[in-house]
Structure formats: C-alpha cells, structure tokens
C-alpha cells in the first residue's frame, strides 16, 4: 500500500468513526492537493486549539483555494469541522478537517 493510500485510509477510519458520510472522490482531490505536507505527521494533523492554525487555514484554504472572504462563513465553518470531530479529538486528520470545510461551505466545485 502507498503512503498516499495509508493517508486515505486513515482519513476514512476517522470519517466512519465521526459518522461522516464520505465522498471519496473529494477526500482523494483534497489530500492531492495538500502535496507532500500529507506526509509530514505534523502537518497531517490540524492544531485546532492554536490560534495561529486556525488563522492559516482561514488565509491559506479558506481565502486563498476556497475563495471564501466572509469572516461568519469561514468561522461558522471552522466551527462545525472542529465540533464534528469532536473539540477534544487531538488527532484532528487535516484532509477530513478541510472536507469539512468545503462541504459546510458547498465548494465541492473546486475540486471538480
């Protein structure tokens, strides 16, 4: 099994075992798009309690790839993605934590 396989496969254990409803598809174009950094444990894992990570993923993901400026939207979203994989979840997969994002948001089409 490829590291790229190992990555998916890890993402969809926690998507089943947070009850999310996976498209794969998505979840494929969405770890493509995190390049090498799927790699890297780091940054594979969202640091959702530190404030400069979640400015990074509003800036680089949401603003930057998403195209999504409004301040509500983007903390409404954030928001739902840490609730939905539980706000003590430490091991927050950051290819789920943005499949979040972009269904919360409708911005499938981005990844079209």
């Known amino acids: 099994m490829s590291k790229f396989d190992e990555a998916i496969t890890e993402c969809k254990t926690q998507m ?9 598809q998505l979840l494929k174009a969405i770890c493509k798009g995190l390049g090498p950094s799927l790699y890297n444990r780091d940054s594979f894992l969202v640091a959702a309690a530190d404030p400069k ?12 790839k998403l195209r999504v400026d409004s301040v509500s939207e983007n903390d409404a979203a954030i928001a739902h993605a840490i609730q939905t994989l539980g706000e003590s979840n430490r091991q927050k997969c950051r290819p789920v934590f943005y499949y979040l994002l972009v269904k919360f948001l409708n911005k499938e089409s981005v990844y079209a």
Do not use: V
């Open 16 to 24: 089943e075992s947070c009850n999310i409803e996976c498209d794969e």
């Open 53 to 64: 990570e979640i400015e990074n993923i509003k800036t680089r993901f949401l603003h930057r």
